[in-house]
Nanobody, 126 residues
């Protein structure tokens, strides 16, 4: 069974940090781009970050998270991480990782990714 599973979400105070993990089963993450998206209640899904395939590892970030979030790969563990620092209440939402079988280049578009995890809740509140 082909699956993506996110973990690491939780409740954190403003200014705090969390590290989200995305692991695949049934396939490798090495040769495709991996993106992180989030969705807050009542809002549309928002692209957060992406990392290209393991040979290049280009990273891109949305303007709202640039300088605070870092995406990275651990190929040995078949994992992609999203390190989130200096969290703000507006970072609250369900975070999804997504994998693209279409290619290894990073993309901001949700249409580009064809495998999605179930999401992990991140709540930033005091």
């Amino acid at each position: 069974q082909l699956q993506l599973v996110e973990s690491g979400g939780g409740l954190v105070q403003p200014g705090g940090s969390l590290r989200l993990s995305c692991v695949s089963s049934g396939f490798t993450l090495d040769y495709g781009a991996v993106g992180w998206f989030r969705q807050a209640p009542g809002k549309e899904r928002e692209w957060v970050s992406c990392i290209s395939d393991y040979t290049v590892r280009t990273t891109l970030y949305g303007e709202s998270v640039k300088g605070r979030f870092t995406i990275s790969r651990d190929n040995a563990k078949n994992l992609v991480y999203l390190q989130m620092n200096s969290l703000k209440p507006e970072d609250t939402g369900v975070y999804y990782c997504a994998f693209s079988n279409l290619g290894g280049v990073c993309s901001r578009g949700a249409y580009y990714y064809d495998r999605w995890g179930q999401g992990t809740q991140v709540t930033v509140a005091s």
